[in-house]
Protein backbone atom coordinates (compact mmCIF):
# COMPACT_ATOMS: atom_id res chain seq x y z
CA UNK A 1 0.00 0.00 0.00
CA UNK A 2 1.34 3.36 -1.30
CA UNK A 3 2.39 5.52 2.14
CA UNK A 4 0.81 9.04 0.55
CA UNK A 5 -3.01 6.60 1.29
CA UNK A 6 -1.69 4.76 4.57
CA UNK A 7 -3.10 7.55 7.08
CA UNK A 8 -6.31 8.27 5.43
CA UNK A 9 -9.77 6.76 6.13
CA UNK A 10 -11.69 3.62 4.12
CA UNK A 11 -13.95 5.92 2.17
CA UNK A 12 -11.26 8.35 0.81
CA UNK A 13 -8.91 5.81 -0.37
CA UNK A 14 -11.80 3.89 -2.06
CA UNK A 15 -12.11 7.16 -4.20
CA UNK A 16 -8.45 7.98 -4.15
CA UNK A 17 -6.41 5.23 -4.20
CA UNK A 18 -5.03 4.04 -7.41
CA UNK A 19 -6.93 7.33 -9.43
CA UNK A 20 -4.75 9.94 -10.34
CA UNK A 21 -5.63 12.16 -12.56
CA UNK A 22 -4.36 11.58 -16.39
CA UNK A 23 -1.18 13.64 -17.04
CA UNK A 24 -2.35 14.27 -20.29
CA UNK A 25 -5.30 15.60 -19.97
CA UNK A 26 -6.24 16.38 -16.13
CA UNK A 27 -9.03 13.92 -16.38
CA UNK A 28 -10.11 13.03 -12.46
CA UNK A 29 -10.88 8.72 -13.81
CA UNK A 30 -8.17 6.67 -15.04
CA UNK A 31 -8.79 6.14 -18.74
CA UNK A 32 -9.73 2.66 -20.06
CA UNK A 33 -6.40 1.71 -21.75
CA UNK A 34 -8.16 -0.69 -24.15
CA UNK A 35 -4.66 -1.50 -25.66
CA UNK A 36 -2.53 -4.44 -26.18
CA UNK A 37 0.81 -3.67 -26.56
CA UNK A 38 2.95 -0.21 -26.48
CA UNK A 39 5.99 1.95 -28.04
CA UNK A 40 8.98 1.22 -26.97
CA UNK A 41 12.01 4.02 -26.83
CA UNK A 42 14.10 1.64 -28.85
CA UNK A 43 14.95 -2.11 -27.19
CA UNK A 44 13.97 -2.40 -23.51
CA UNK A 45 13.22 1.22 -23.31
CA UNK A 46 9.33 0.60 -21.60
CA UNK A 47 7.45 3.92 -20.82
CA UNK A 48 6.31 3.36 -17.15
CA UNK A 49 7.44 -0.45 -17.49
CA UNK A 50 4.16 -1.45 -19.99
CA UNK A 51 5.19 -3.53 -22.58
CA UNK A 52 2.12 -5.72 -23.33
CA UNK A 53 -1.26 -5.73 -21.26
CA UNK A 54 -1.49 -9.11 -20.34
CA UNK A 55 1.77 -8.74 -18.27
CA UNK A 56 0.21 -5.03 -17.27
CA UNK A 57 -1.90 -2.46 -18.37
CA UNK A 58 -2.36 1.09 -16.59
CA UNK A 59 -5.85 0.84 -15.60
CA UNK A 60 -5.64 -2.48 -14.46
CA UNK A 61 -2.65 -0.69 -12.27
CA UNK A 62 -5.02 1.61 -10.88
CA UNK A 63 -7.47 -1.00 -9.81
CA UNK A 64 -4.62 -3.23 -8.31
CA UNK A 65 -2.86 -0.14 -6.53
CA UNK A 66 -6.21 0.75 -4.79
CA UNK A 67 -7.51 -3.28 -3.79
CA UNK A 68 -3.79 -2.75 -1.73
CA UNK A 69 -4.68 0.14 0.02
CA UNK A 70 -8.25 -1.26 1.01
CA UNK A 71 -6.89 -4.03 2.39
CA UNK A 72 -3.82 -2.84 3.87
CA UNK A 73 -1.75 -5.33 2.06
CA UNK A 74 1.76 -4.87 -0.01
CA UNK A 75 0.52 -6.13 -3.25
CA UNK A 76 -2.93 -6.18 -5.16
CA UNK A 77 -3.47 -8.08 -8.10
CA UNK A 78 -6.70 -8.34 -10.61
CA UNK A 79 -8.13 -11.23 -12.14
CA UNK A 80 -11.07 -12.44 -14.33
CA UNK A 81 -12.72 -13.91 -11.79
CA UNK A 82 -12.58 -14.79 -8.74
CA UNK A 83 -11.40 -18.44 -9.62
CA UNK A 84 -9.22 -17.53 -11.68
CA UNK A 85 -7.42 -15.71 -8.75
CA UNK A 86 -7.75 -18.52 -6.56
CA UNK A 87 -6.40 -20.90 -9.47
CA UNK A 88 -3.50 -18.71 -9.60
CA UNK A 89 -3.18 -18.74 -5.63
CA UNK A 90 -3.16 -22.41 -5.32
CA UNK A 91 -0.56 -23.36 -8.31
CA UNK A 92 2.21 -20.21 -6.99
CA UNK A 93 2.15 -21.82 -3.32
CA UNK A 94 1.25 -25.91 -3.86
CA UNK A 95 3.17 -28.45 -5.75
CA UNK A 96 1.75 -32.14 -6.28
CA UNK A 97 2.08 -33.58 -2.62
CA UNK A 98 0.98 -31.02 -0.59
CA UNK A 99 -2.38 -30.71 1.65
CA UNK A 100 -4.71 -27.38 2.16
CA UNK A 101 -7.42 -27.28 5.19
CA UNK A 102 -10.50 -25.95 3.74
CA UNK A 103 -13.98 -25.14 5.45
CA UNK A 104 -16.59 -27.37 5.54
CA UNK A 105 -18.98 -24.60 4.19
CA UNK A 106 -17.71 -22.99 1.24
CA UNK A 107 -18.37 -21.50 -2.65
CA UNK A 108 -19.38 -24.49 -4.17
CA UNK A 109 -16.77 -22.89 -7.02
CA UNK A 110 -14.35 -23.29 -4.34
CA UNK A 111 -14.89 -26.84 -3.24
CA UNK A 112 -15.18 -27.54 -7.16
CA UNK A 113 -11.91 -26.12 -7.75
CA UNK A 114 -10.27 -28.40 -5.04
CA UNK A 115 -11.62 -31.50 -5.21
CA UNK A 116 -12.28 -31.71 -9.25
CA UNK A 117 -8.78 -29.92 -10.17
CA UNK A 118 -6.62 -29.21 -7.85
CA UNK A 119 -6.75 -32.78 -6.28
CA UNK A 120 -6.44 -34.65 -9.80
CA UNK A 121 -2.98 -32.34 -9.61
CA UNK A 122 -2.06 -34.08 -6.53
CA UNK A 123 -2.84 -31.54 -4.10
CA UNK A 124 -5.06 -33.39 -0.99
CA UNK A 125 -7.17 -31.91 0.88
CA UNK A 126 -9.15 -32.18 4.56
CA UNK A 127 -12.33 -30.89 5.41
CA UNK A 128 -12.35 -28.62 8.37
CA UNK A 129 -15.16 -26.22 10.65
CA UNK A 130 -12.74 -23.40 10.82
CA UNK A 131 -15.05 -21.73 13.05
CA UNK A 132 -13.67 -24.06 15.61
CA UNK A 133 -10.28 -24.21 16.27
CA UNK A 134 -9.42 -27.58 17.51
CA UNK A 135 -11.42 -28.92 14.13
CA UNK A 136 -8.46 -26.62 12.40
CA UNK A 137 -5.80 -27.93 14.46
CA UNK A 138 -6.77 -31.15 13.98
CA UNK A 139 -7.20 -31.53 10.19
CA UNK A 140 -2.85 -29.95 9.68
CA UNK A 141 -0.41 -32.77 8.65
CA UNK A 142 2.92 -32.25 7.90
CA UNK A 143 2.14 -31.82 4.19
CA UNK A 144 0.11 -28.90 4.88
CA UNK A 145 0.77 -25.66 3.09
CA UNK A 146 -2.15 -23.43 3.35
CA UNK A 147 -5.39 -23.02 5.54
CA UNK A 148 -8.12 -21.58 3.44
CA UNK A 149 -10.78 -19.60 5.37
CA UNK A 150 -13.95 -17.82 4.36
CA UNK A 151 -15.84 -15.55 6.95
CA UNK A 152 -18.64 -15.11 6.67
CA UNK A 153 -18.94 -18.24 4.92
CA UNK A 154 -20.96 -19.38 1.91
CA UNK A 155 -24.34 -20.29 2.43
CA UNK A 156 -24.06 -20.51 5.91
CA UNK A 157 -22.75 -17.17 7.06
CA UNK A 158 -20.34 -19.26 9.65
CA UNK A 159 -17.92 -16.64 11.13
CA UNK A 160 -14.69 -17.85 11.48
CA UNK A 161 -11.82 -16.11 14.20
CA UNK A 162 -9.14 -14.93 11.81
CA UNK A 163 -7.23 -13.84 14.05
CA UNK A 164 -6.68 -17.84 16.11
CA UNK A 165 -6.53 -19.17 12.80
CA UNK A 166 -3.61 -16.74 11.90
CA UNK A 167 -1.84 -17.73 15.34
CA UNK A 168 -2.94 -21.45 14.52
CA UNK A 169 -1.20 -21.13 11.38
CA UNK A 170 1.97 -19.32 12.20
CA UNK A 171 2.69 -22.41 14.57
CA UNK A 172 1.81 -24.33 12.02
CA UNK A 173 4.30 -22.59 9.63
CA UNK A 174 1.50 -22.69 6.95
CA UNK A 175 -0.21 -19.79 5.53
CA UNK A 176 -3.45 -18.24 5.97
CA UNK A 177 -6.46 -17.76 3.20
CA UNK A 178 -9.37 -15.65 3.51
CA UNK A 179 -11.78 -15.03 1.35
CA UNK A 180 -13.00 -11.59 2.23
CA UNK A 181 -15.92 -11.13 -0.28
CA UNK A 182 -18.87 -11.71 1.91
CA UNK A 183 -17.51 -9.01 4.11
CA UNK A 184 -15.71 -6.63 1.27
CA UNK A 185 -12.53 -4.84 2.65
CA UNK A 186 -14.80 -2.15 4.25
CA UNK A 187 -16.17 -4.48 7.14
CA UNK A 188 -13.47 -6.75 7.84
CA UNK A 189 -9.84 -6.46 7.26
CA UNK A 190 -7.91 -10.09 7.40
CA UNK A 191 -4.27 -8.96 6.62
CA UNK A 192 -4.92 -6.59 9.58
CA UNK A 193 -5.67 -10.04 11.47
CA UNK A 194 -3.12 -12.35 10.59
CA UNK A 195 -3.86 -13.52 7.40
CA UNK A 196 -1.32 -14.13 4.48
CA UNK A 197 -3.72 -13.17 1.30
CA UNK A 198 -7.24 -11.65 0.97
CA UNK A 199 -8.97 -13.46 -2.25
CA UNK A 200 -12.54 -11.90 -3.61
CA UNK A 201 -14.72 -12.43 -6.18
CA UNK A 202 -14.64 -8.57 -7.94
CA UNK A 203 -18.11 -9.58 -9.42
CA UNK A 204 -19.41 -9.41 -5.86
CA UNK A 205 -19.54 -6.14 -3.34
CA UNK A 206 -16.37 -4.52 -4.96
CA UNK A 207 -18.07 -4.06 -8.39
CA UNK A 208 -21.90 -3.77 -6.99
CA UNK A 209 -23.90 -3.38 -10.02
CA UNK A 210 -24.12 -7.01 -10.92
CA UNK A 211 -22.59 -5.82 -14.48
CA UNK A 212 -18.92 -7.25 -14.55
CA UNK A 213 -16.88 -10.75 -13.55
CA UNK A 214 -13.79 -10.38 -11.43
CA UNK A 215 -11.18 -11.47 -9.02
CA UNK A 216 -8.45 -10.08 -6.66
CA UNK A 217 -5.40 -11.68 -4.60
CA UNK A 218 -3.99 -8.89 -1.92
CA UNK A 219 -0.74 -10.17 -0.35
CA UNK A 220 0.40 -9.02 2.93
CA UNK A 221 3.34 -9.86 1.91
CA UNK A 222 5.74 -8.33 -1.44
CA UNK A 223 8.11 -10.96 -2.01
CA UNK A 224 4.86 -13.60 -2.33
CA UNK A 225 3.11 -10.40 -4.04
CA UNK A 226 5.83 -10.78 -6.73
CA UNK A 227 5.34 -14.19 -6.79
CA UNK A 228 1.68 -13.94 -7.42
CA UNK A 229 2.66 -11.31 -10.04
CA UNK A 230 4.92 -13.97 -11.82
CA UNK A 231 2.31 -16.47 -12.06
CA UNK A 232 -0.45 -13.91 -13.03
CA UNK A 233 1.41 -13.12 -15.53
CA UNK A 234 2.38 -16.30 -16.95
CA UNK A 235 -1.15 -18.25 -16.49
CA UNK A 236 -2.61 -15.31 -18.23
CA UNK A 237 -5.96 -14.94 -16.72
CA UNK A 238 -6.11 -11.25 -16.01
CA UNK A 239 -8.67 -8.38 -15.95
CA UNK A 240 -9.17 -6.56 -19.15
CA UNK A 241 -8.96 -3.02 -18.74
CA UNK A 242 -12.72 -2.04 -19.13
CA UNK A 243 -13.61 -4.85 -16.24
CA UNK A 244 -11.11 -3.12 -14.12
CA UNK A 245 -12.44 0.68 -14.72
CA UNK A 246 -15.89 -0.69 -13.76
CA UNK A 247 -14.92 -2.77 -10.64
CA UNK A 248 -13.10 1.05 -9.82
CA UNK A 249 -16.44 3.17 -10.31
CA UNK A 250 -18.03 0.45 -8.21
CA UNK A 251 -15.41 0.57 -5.25
CA UNK A 252 -15.72 4.29 -5.07
CA UNK A 253 -19.61 3.94 -3.61
CA UNK A 254 -18.59 0.85 -1.64
CA UNK A 255 -18.98 1.76 1.87
CA UNK A 256 -22.24 4.18 1.31
CA UNK A 257 -23.51 0.53 -0.45
CA UNK A 258 -22.16 -1.64 2.57
CA UNK A 259 -23.90 0.44 5.27
CA UNK A 260 -27.09 0.16 3.36
CA UNK A 261 -27.24 -3.39 2.56
CA UNK A 262 -25.89 -3.60 6.33
CA UNK A 263 -29.09 -1.78 7.61
CA UNK A 264 -31.44 -3.57 5.20
CA UNK A 265 -30.35 -6.94 6.41
CA UNK A 266 -30.47 -6.51 9.69
CA UNK A 267 -34.44 -5.36 8.96
CA UNK A 268 -34.98 -8.12 7.29
CA UNK A 269 -33.49 -11.06 9.48
CA UNK A 270 -35.48 -9.38 11.77
CA UNK A 271 -38.54 -9.80 9.91
CA UNK A 272 -37.11 -13.35 9.23
CA UNK A 273 -36.92 -14.42 12.80
CA UNK A 274 -40.41 -13.68 13.89
CA UNK A 275 -41.87 -15.93 10.96
CA UNK A 276 -43.80 -18.81 11.98
CA UNK A 277 -42.97 -20.73 8.58
CA UNK A 278 -38.79 -20.14 8.92
CA UNK A 279 -37.40 -22.07 11.34
CA UNK A 280 -33.96 -21.13 11.72
CA UNK A 281 -32.04 -17.32 10.14
CA UNK A 282 -28.48 -17.11 9.69
CA UNK A 283 -27.13 -14.21 10.09
CA UNK A 284 -24.16 -12.85 12.19
CA UNK A 285 -26.00 -9.79 13.17
CA UNK A 286 -28.13 -11.78 15.25
CA UNK A 287 -27.44 -12.03 19.23
CA UNK A 288 -28.00 -15.93 18.80
CA UNK A 289 -25.92 -16.71 15.73
CA UNK A 290 -22.87 -18.89 17.51
CA UNK A 291 -20.55 -16.52 16.13
CA UNK A 292 -22.28 -12.87 16.93
CA UNK A 293 -19.58 -12.02 19.30
CA UNK A 294 -16.30 -12.23 16.76
CA UNK A 295 -18.44 -10.95 14.36
CA UNK A 296 -18.78 -7.70 16.24
CA UNK A 297 -15.02 -8.02 17.58
CA UNK A 298 -13.75 -8.22 13.69
CA UNK A 299 -16.60 -6.82 11.47
CA UNK A 300 -17.58 -3.18 11.15
CA UNK A 301 -21.09 -4.33 10.71
CA UNK A 302 -22.17 -7.85 9.85
CA UNK A 303 -23.64 -7.46 5.94
CA UNK A 304 -25.87 -7.93 3.48
CA UNK A 305 -26.40 -11.28 3.26
CA UNK A 306 -28.71 -13.55 5.13
CA UNK A 307 -29.44 -17.38 4.92
CA UNK A 308 -32.86 -18.89 6.57
CA UNK A 309 -34.20 -22.37 6.58
CA UNK A 310 -38.43 -22.98 6.22
CA UNK A 311 -40.90 -25.47 7.33
CA UNK A 312 -41.72 -27.92 4.36
CA UNK A 313 -38.58 -28.52 3.14
CA UNK A 314 -36.76 -28.33 -0.35
CA UNK A 315 -39.98 -28.03 -2.45
CA UNK A 316 -41.37 -25.43 0.46
CA UNK A 317 -37.75 -23.54 0.03
CA UNK A 318 -37.82 -23.69 -4.05
CA UNK A 319 -41.65 -22.34 -4.23
CA UNK A 320 -40.33 -19.07 -1.80
CA UNK A 321 -37.50 -18.91 -4.13
CA UNK A 322 -39.61 -19.37 -7.34
CA UNK A 323 -42.72 -16.84 -5.74
CA UNK A 324 -40.31 -13.68 -5.13
CA UNK A 325 -40.87 -11.05 -7.25
CA UNK A 326 -38.99 -7.92 -5.89
CA UNK A 327 -35.70 -10.49 -4.75
CA UNK A 328 -34.90 -11.11 -8.28
CA UNK A 329 -33.83 -15.31 -8.69
CA UNK A 330 -30.51 -15.79 -9.59
CA UNK A 331 -26.93 -16.61 -8.79
CA UNK A 332 -24.24 -14.10 -7.55
CA UNK A 333 -25.06 -11.93 -4.62
CA UNK A 334 -23.51 -8.21 -3.91
CA UNK A 335 -25.14 -6.23 -6.15
CA UNK A 336 -27.40 -3.01 -5.46
CA UNK A 337 -30.69 -5.59 -6.03
CA UNK A 338 -31.59 -7.87 -4.20
CA UNK A 339 -31.39 -11.58 -5.00
CA UNK A 340 -32.62 -14.76 -4.08
CA UNK A 341 -31.76 -18.37 -4.96
CA UNK A 342 -31.86 -22.07 -3.77
CA UNK A 343 -28.38 -22.86 -2.54
CA UNK A 344 -28.76 -26.92 -3.05
CA UNK A 345 -29.73 -25.85 -6.79
CA UNK A 346 -28.40 -23.09 -8.09
CA UNK A 347 -25.09 -22.27 -5.91
CA UNK A 348 -23.59 -25.18 -4.28
CA UNK A 349 -24.99 -28.12 -6.50
CA UNK A 350 -21.64 -29.09 -6.74
CA UNK A 351 -21.05 -29.99 -3.10
CA UNK A 352 -24.00 -32.55 -2.99
CA UNK A 353 -22.75 -35.96 -1.36
CA UNK A 354 -19.73 -34.13 0.07
CA UNK A 355 -18.84 -33.13 3.61
CA UNK A 356 -20.10 -29.31 2.22
CA UNK A 357 -23.26 -30.09 1.39
CA UNK A 358 -25.88 -27.56 2.50
CA UNK A 359 -29.37 -28.33 3.45
CA UNK A 360 -32.36 -28.75 1.57
CA UNK A 361 -34.50 -26.60 2.73
CA UNK A 362 -32.12 -23.34 2.97
CA UNK A 363 -32.98 -20.09 0.69
CA UNK A 364 -30.13 -17.78 0.67
CA UNK A 365 -30.81 -13.81 0.26
CA UNK A 366 -28.61 -11.23 -0.75
CA UNK A 367 -30.00 -7.81 0.55
CA UNK A 368 -29.89 -4.84 -1.79
CA UNK A 369 -30.02 -1.35 -0.91
CA UNK A 370 -33.62 -0.95 -2.09
CA UNK A 371 -36.54 0.32 0.45
CA UNK A 372 -36.22 -2.30 3.22
CA UNK A 373 -40.24 -1.96 3.75
CA UNK A 374 -40.64 -3.19 0.33
CA UNK A 375 -38.24 -6.12 0.49
CA UNK A 376 -40.06 -7.08 3.45
CA UNK A 377 -43.47 -7.21 1.79
CA UNK A 378 -41.97 -9.00 -0.89
CA UNK A 379 -40.75 -11.65 1.29
CA UNK A 380 -44.20 -12.08 3.34
CA UNK A 381 -45.69 -12.96 -0.33
CA UNK A 382 -43.28 -15.10 -1.07
CA UNK A 383 -43.62 -17.15 2.40
CA UNK A 384 -47.13 -17.19 1.88
Given at each position: ?S?????????????????T????????VP??Y??????????????G????S?S?NP??TA????L??L???????????????E?????????P????????????G??????????????D???A????????R??????T?????????NPL??I??????????????????????????Y?Q??L??????????????M??????????L???D??????LA????????????????????G?K????????????????A?F???H?????????????????????????????M????????E????????????????????G?E?????P??????SV????L??????????????N??????D??E??G
Amino acid sequence: MSDQHSHQNFETRAIHAGNTADPLTGAVVPPIYQVSTYKQDGVGGLRGGYEYSRSANPTRTALEENLAALEGGRRGLAFASGLAAEDCLLRTLLVPGDHVVIPNDAYGGTFRLFAKVVQRWGVDFSVADTSDTASVRGAINDRTKLIWVETPSNPLLGITDIEAVAGIARQAGVKLVVDNTFASPYLQQPLALGADVVVHSLTKYMGGHSDVVGGALIAADAELGEELAYHQNAMGAVAGPFDSWIVLRGIKTLAVRMDRHGENATRVADFLTRHPKVTQVLYPGLAEHPGHEIAAKQMRSFGGMISFRVEGGEEAAVGVCNRAKLFTLGESLGGVESLIEHPGRMTHASVAGSALEVPADLVRLSVGIENADDLIADLREALG
